[in-house]
């Protein structure tokens, strides 16, 4: 059976906002982490730059 365009565009959008939703999440739970390990990113600290959740979320979102 053929899936239609709607039915494609439906479910490439729910995909998009849960990629969308999941790298927001992994981003805040790595600058939280990387906060109470150093500086935090606010006041000029660059230690999410070393967190691998927050370049999980990252990569998530692109």
Known sequence: M???D???GLILAILSSLFIGASF???KKGLKRAASAGTRAG????TYLLEPLWWAGMMTSE
């Open 25 to 27: 999440i992994l981003k």
């Open 6 to 8: 709607n039915t494609r």
């Open 43 to 46: 006041v000029g600290g660059y």
């Open 2 to 4: 053929a899936v239609s």
